[in-house]
């Protein structure tokens, strides 16, 4: 059996503590920055039955963001989004989504090659990044 290995400059991204709406904002605001795995009208959907649902993509962040014009990004929750793969691509990734968002680190684990990012998301004018 054999792995398939991403590309160097994809992050995969893991959305979870959201409703499905808020999952459709955020994956909107990444799609609208960066090329994706996901099909234009692959929505995110609740999978019932009151179970916890994780949202997952993986983006090609190998550039600065395209900022082509952002989506509505209101959240009606707090998200929590895990970002993996190059430095510079989930440094790419997190400054498409502190245009969109408040964003809220936190934490960060560094290997080799590659960062784990935990970022917390929640709408507001100042879209600045912060610390927790």
């Known amino acids: 059996m054999s792995v398939q290995q991403m590309p160097a400059s994809m992050v995969h991204v893991m959305l979870g503590d959201c409703s499905a709406a808020d999952a459709r904002s955020v994956l909107a605001v990444l799609s609208d920055a960066f090329e994706a795995d996901r099909e234009a009208g692959d929505e995110p959907r609740e999978s019932g039955a009151g179970r916890p649902t994780v949202w997952t993509a993986d983006f090609d962040a190998s550039g600065v963001p395209s900022g082509r014009g952002m989506p509505d990004a209101e959240l009606s929750g707090q998200p929590t989004v895990e970002?993996?793969?190059?430095?510079?691509?989930v440094r790419h990734l997190r400054e498409a989504l502190g245009d969109a968002f408040t964003v809220h680190e936190l934490g960060v684990e560094a290997g080799?090659?590659?960062?784990?990012?935990?970022?917390?998301l929640e709408s507001g004018a100042a879209h600045e990044t912060r610390p927790v």
Do not use: S, T
């Open 83 to 89: 970002a993996q793969g190059g430095p510079c691509e």
């Open 112 to 120: 080799d090659q590659e960062v784990q990012m935990k970022l917390r």
